[in-house]
């Protein structure tokens, strides 16, 4: 797609210049307490660039620009048309910066910069596009009252809006958030994951650059444990969007409750259930989303299809099929644009992935592929593709989600015993199910309590689907006109015309 070759982006990383400030009031600064934290390479395990630590002073110094920003009226008594001409050069912008952060976004976060060009970069720019194209077509309704009344229901920015966003996939994320958010008139603190935060400073810039005014997007640098949670505690935020792990997720849910009761819109954890029925006919087809649902993008991904439900007549085929897939799905340099795996986040991370290896192991589970570190030679954190056999929905490895490129495999005798399995989960961020039955997919598309369910395909998605959980995978959606919801307060105004 970049024509550019791996001795090419090789260069180019050497020349990259690499943002490391945060970016409040339209311009980039350091920490105030001067603090910074250091990134590492996941690919190589060598240190790329030291990057401003923010805390709680430099949050109310972001959240008093948003503050001011969104009271002026600069942005948000903008007509819907002219927030729509800004955001469109804004998505333009970063089209035409494909390439730079495309390649900041792979050395964050170890994903093959093939991927980073073709999907997260672009899906960002094209994420922003879309609720720029949908602000100008959403209408206010009018409640039926009879000839006496006129009673109006209309939308309005919420105010400001904090956003906490993840590592696995830091762009798309962040543009499910900022989208809308910013869309509907808000003011925006940001704070990427501290594993993942180049791209977004870079993002955050190309918007100032589009005419987006000072201080309605502010991207604060920093760790979870300070910046996040003076984000979840501050009393002049107004909304948090957060998409992470359930267990910060709930964090979110306490900050809101001891400060102002801020809105709160979550995206958790995700242990998704991948049924595969004795009435599936193309197990080659399966075989091909079973692969990349659990190993695209390292398996850090929340609704990666991480619990096999096969039933037992055809199990020996599928897997025989699903091992074939893995040999193409190797980790490699994620800078050669021919790897499909790259790396995983960190050290740390590799270490929990391979944690739960054992821990499988020790409960039953038999390692048919992988389950070992890979490439350690490059002193980066890799994980082959990898699968557990002969687990029950019991064990830890079942249960709990491990966000790596572990794929655990559950028999089943029948649709109902494998819909009573998925079912049986803390989670419910999707699903999926392959019959050539109808009747089967429907029903069963009935029956699984996600928030999202595939019938004979997986992780096929559109910005104008609403994605979001069931039960602790979280609250609210993003994508979709139903994001809006996060953003916006519903006003009733009521005119007597008596």
């Known amino acids: 797609m970049s024509g550019l070759n791996f001795k090419q982006w090789q260069q180019r990383a050497t020349e990259l210049v690499l943002p490391n400030q945060a970016f409040i009031n339209g311009e980039f600064c350091p920490s105030i307490s001067g603090e910074t934290f250091t ?15 923010c805390d709680i002073n430099d949050v109310n110094v972001a959240v008093k620009a948003a503050r ?52 997260d970069v672009s899906a960002c720019a094209d994420s922003i596009a879309w609720y720029a194209e949908a602000v100008d077509k959403i209408y206010d309704q009018v409640a039926p009252n009879g000839e006496n009344a006129l009673v109006t229901i209309s939308r309005e920015p919420v105010g400001v809006v904090g956003v906490v966003v993840p590592w696995n996939y830091p762009l798309i994320i962040a543009s499910w958030k900022l989208g809308p958010a910013i869309a509907a008139g808000n003011s925006v603190v940001i704070k990427p994951a501290e594993q993942s935060t180049m791209g977004m400073l870079k993002i955050a810039e190309l918007g100032y650059q589009a005419g987006l005014p000072a201080g309605v997007l502010n991207v604060v640098t920093g760790l979870g444990q300070t910046a996040g949670k003076a984000i979840g505690l501050h009393n002049d935020i107004d909304a948090v969007a957060f998409t992470g792990s359930t267990e910060v997720g709930k964090l979110f849910l306490k900050y809101s409750a001891e400060s102002n009761m801020k809105l709160i819109g ?18 080659d087809q399966a075989a091909m989303y079973v692969a990349y649902g659990i190993w695209y993008n390292q398996g850090e991904t929340c ?16 897997l025989e099929k699903v091992i074939e897939w893995s040999h193409k799905l190797q980790p ?68 709990e989600e491990i966000f790596g490129p572990v794929l655990v495999v559950i028999d ?11 079912n049986d989960s803390q989670y419910g961020l999707a699903a999926a199910v392959w019959t050539d039955k109808l009747n089967e997919g429907h029903k069963a598309a009935k029956r699984l309590r996600a928030g999202t369910v595939w019938v004979n395909c997986f992780d096929l998605t559109s910005i104008n689907a609403p994605f979001g959980g069931y039960k602790q995978s979280g ?19 009521w005119i007597d015309l008596s």
């Open 39 to 53: 990134r590492v390479n996941p690919a190589t395990g060598q240190d790329l660039v030291d990057i401003a630590s």
């Open 68 to 119: 001011v920003s969104f009271e002026s009226g600069i942005w948000s008594s903008k007509t819907p048309q002219e927030r729509k001409t800004i955001m469109l050069k804004w998505s333009a912008l970063i089209k035409d910066n494909l390439q730079e952060i495309a390649l900041l976004e792979t050395l964050d976060t170890g994903k093959p910069i093939a991927e980073t060009m073709r999907v």
């Open 266 to 283: 979550l995206e958790c954890g995700g242990k998704s259930p991948h049924i595969v029925t004795k009435n599936c006919k193309d197990l």
């Open 303 to 318: 609704n990666a299809g991480s619990r096999l439900i096969v039933d037992k007549e055809i199990k020996a085929e599928l």
């Open 332 to 399: 490699g340099d994620p800078l050669d644009p021919n790897t499909t795996m790259g790396a995983l986040i960190g050290q740390q991370h590799m270490e929990m992935v391979l944690g739960y290896v054992d821990t499988g192991v020790s409960e039953g589970a038999n390692i048919l592929i992988g389950g070992h570190a890979a490439r350690q030679e490059s002193g980066g954190f890799f994980v082959p593709p990898t699968i557990l056999d002969n687990v029950t929905n019991d064990m830890v490895v079942a249960q």
């Open 412 to 422: 089943c005798d029948g649709l109902d015993d494998a819909i009573s399995i998925a």
């Open 475 to 493: 609250m609210g959606r993003d994508k979709s006109l139903h994001a809006f919801d996060k953003y916006t307060e519903l006003k009733t105004t």
